[in-house]
Nanobody
Framework: QVQLVESGGGLVQAGDSLRLSCAAS????????MAWFRQAPGKEREFVAR????????YYADSVKGRFTISRDNAKNTVYLQMNSLKPEDTAVYYC?????????????????WGQGTQVTVSS
């Protein structure tokens, strides 16, 4: 019912910033909870941030709190992840996810729709 396409990844140095974008299709996009996850090589996929349908509620993993900001523009069907003060440990494939059923979940199993991911590499 919804398709997600991430963009904005790349290779940066520690301390730099990147903004990821997730373009979504579907007329009901504005009612979906949106989230970002990431998966580093050899590691489990982990939660990064989520945002409610209105954008009024956000939640972050402790590892990125204070450095990353999630936002959305429903008129543009787009979700963003602003990443500041990047660290080498932020290196991962970043995935956009959507759910019409949950609003407070940080588990990937509760998000039925996923993008293909965008690579973020942070060098020291």
């Amino acid at each position: 019912q919804v398709q997600l396409v991430e963009s904005g990844g790349g290779l940066v140095q520690a301390g730099d910033s990147l903004r990821l974008s997730c373009a979504a299709s579907g007329r009901t996009f504005s009612s979906y909870t949106m989230a970002w996850f990431r998966q580093a090589p050899g590691k489990e996929r982990e939660f990064v941030a989520r945002i409610s349908w209105s954008g009024a509620s956000t939640y972050y993993a402790d590892s990125v709190k204070g450095r990353f900001t999630i936002s959305r523009d429903n008129a543009k069907n787009t979700v963003y992840l602003q990443m500041n003060s990047l660290k080498p440990e932020d290196t991962a494939v970043y995935y956009c996810a959507a759910s019409q059923y949950v609003s407070t979940s940080s588990s990937g199993r509760n998000y039925p729709y996923w993008g293909q991911g965008t690579q973020v590499t942070v060098s020291s």
